[in-house]
């Protein structure tokens, strides 16, 4: 990895997740119930992925607001307890720290959010001062044409003014607008992620894998995740497969970020791509079997000690 002051520059959204589980009705109106557990967590995806590299033992620095608030401070300390660099965490004077409320149950979850300081997220705030001090830069939070140019501009001038690799995540969609002109970003994008429903909605072909192939034409490596078919990578015209790992889960927040850490995790201490692919694997499956978005993420040894039990048991 380059010698920099960090390993990798995140900027996006982080909150605070209030997970219930087990619940099956909500109460009527004027009636109470009660449930044998509340756990409270950081969430967001872009705080996930950055709380993940800290885990595997990496130095990343992240760049987003909370409020000035208990949960704020609860969101600094988890931070800086995994390792993750919050000198580039702001504290609102106005707003509040973003909440998502999930209910959750065997069947199904149901969440009540209320985004706070995210609402204020905005590409245009990514200091290229700093990422010209990180070694990768992770991009979250595209929408389509309502923020296609920002995120256009943006990747031009990290390619352009930095020597950072970069990282995608794109992210569902949820106007179903899949605009087209996403093509347009792929020229400066080194490892673009999607799952397979994302990207046979962008891609406009039959599946996934078409799709990696035709992304990969254009972008540095295309990383497709499949869910509990595994993950899928395509660089330089070749196709890189890793299946899933087996385990019981128990809650599925967090599982793509999950998997996009431990991925790049692998492509910064330089390993082969099916080795990042068996990285993103264990740290997507490894996570869902604990409540909370980061819980059951693995530190590096423990990462590493998972792949090679479960490859020996198959």
């Known amino acids: 990895m380059n010698q920099k002051k960090w390993d990798a520059y995140i900027y996006g959204d982080v909150n605070i997740d209030l997970v219930v589980p ?3 009705h909500f109460p009527a109106p004027g ?16 705080a996930l992925f950055t709380l993940g590299l800290g885990k595997l033992g990496l ?13 704020g401070d609860l969101i600094a300390r988890e931070f800086a307890a995994k390792n993750v660099d919050c000198s580039l965490l702001q ?13 959750t149950n ?10 706070g300081t995210n609402a204020g997220i905005s590409i245009r705030r990514v200091d290229l001062d700093k990422v010209r001090e990180a070694g990768h830069i992770h991009v979250t939070g595209y929408e389509g044409t309502s923020n296609h140019q920002d995120y256009l501009e943006l990747l031009r001038q990290v390619k ?12 569902w969609d949820a106007s179903g607008e899949w605009y087209q002109g996403i093509y347009d970003l792929f020229p400066y994008i080194d490892v673009l992620f999607m799952n397979e429903t994302e990207a046979e909605h962008y891609s406009r072909k039959a599946n996934a894998r078409e799709a990696a192939v035709d992304f990969a034409r254009s972008c540095g490596m295309a990383v497709i ?50 080795a990042c692919l068996e990285c993103g694997n264990g740290c997507g499956a490894l996570n869902v079997t604990a409540l909370g978005g980061n819980t ?19």
Request: with cysteine; charged share 30%.
């Open 59 to 71: 130095h990343p620095v992240f760049q987003g607001e909370v409020g000035d608030d208990c949960y």
């Open 160 to 171: 352009e003014e930095t020597d950072a690799t970069v990282s995608f995540d794109v992210g």
């Open 91 to 103: 504290k609102s004077s106005t707003g509040k720290t973003g909440i998502s409320i999930s209910f």
């Open 225 to 274: 995740k499949l869910g509990k078919k595994g993950s899928l990578a395509v660089k330089d015209g070749v196709t890189y497969e890793a299946p899933a790992f087996t385990v019981k889960a128990v809650d599925t927040t967090g599982a793509g970020d999950s998997f996009n850490a431990g991925f790049i995790y692998g492509y910064l201490r330089q390993m082969d791509i099916r």
């Open 296 to 314: 059951g993420f693995p530190d590096e040894e423990t990462l590493h000690t998972f792949i090679k039990a479960q490859k020996e048991r198959n």
């Open 106 to 115: 065997e069947k199904d979850r149901s969440f009540l959010t209320y985004r």
């Open 22 to 24: 087990g619940v099956e």
């Open 31 to 46: 009636q109470e119930d009660e449930v044998d557990t509340m756990e409270t967590f950081v969430g967001g995806g872009a």
